[in-house]
Structures are given as C-alpha cells and as structure tokens.
C-alpha cells in the first residue's frame, strides 16, 4: 500500500458511519440520499482520481531496494519541500468545492 493509500482507508471507516447518519437525516427532510450521493461522487471524482494517479506515479519511487537509485532519490527529496510540491492537497478548500 502507498503512503497515502492508508488515509483513504481511516476516511472510508468515519464516512461509512457519516453516511448512514447523512442518509437517515437527507430521509427525514424529504430528499433522495441516492441523488445527494451521486452529487457527492460527480465533485469529489476528479480529485480523488488525480490522488491516486500521483500516488501510483510515486510507487516506485517510495518502495527503491538501498542502492544508487535510492540514494539518487534520497538526494532530491533532501533538497525539495514536500508540502509545497503538494500544495495543491493540502490547500483544498471541501466546503467551497
């Protein structure tokens, strides 16, 4: 599994639990849990797929046997910031997506 491949998974667990509430409480006001689901998926669909393609991309890179591929990679991490090559995850806006 990917570095990020395990935050999906903890998410996946609190939106089960989330969804059954979101369901029973989109019932009681008259809506349609499966058409509020399909807007869900029509939103979150290309970011979620542009997550997983980078964390796909990056496998190999993540998983090198020690060696100068390795220490090669180990080199460009130590001199870029991580959090700013991933901007665009972190500075994600849900409310206003």
């Known amino acids: 599994m990917t570095q990020r491949g395990r935050t999906p998974e903890i ?9 059954l509430a979101a369901a029973a409480f989109l ?3 008259g809506l349609i849990p499966v ?3 399909r807007r869900y998926e029509a939103r979150r669909l ?4 542009r997550l997983q393609e980078v964390s796909h991309g990056r ?3 993540n ?3 020690d060696g100068p591929e390795q220490s090669a990679r180990d080199k460009v991490f130590a001199g870029s910031d991580p959090l700013a090559a991933n901007a ?7 409310q206003g997506s």
């Open 11 to 19: 998410a996946i667990l609190g939106g089960g639990i989330g969804g």
């Open 27 to 29: 019932r009681r006001a």
């Open 35 to 37: 058409r509020a689901l």
């Open 46 to 49: 290309p970011r979620t797929t």
């Open 59 to 61: 496998s190999h890179l």
């Open 63 to 65: 998983h090198l046997p």
């Open 88 to 94: 665009w995850i972190y500075e994600y806006d849900a």
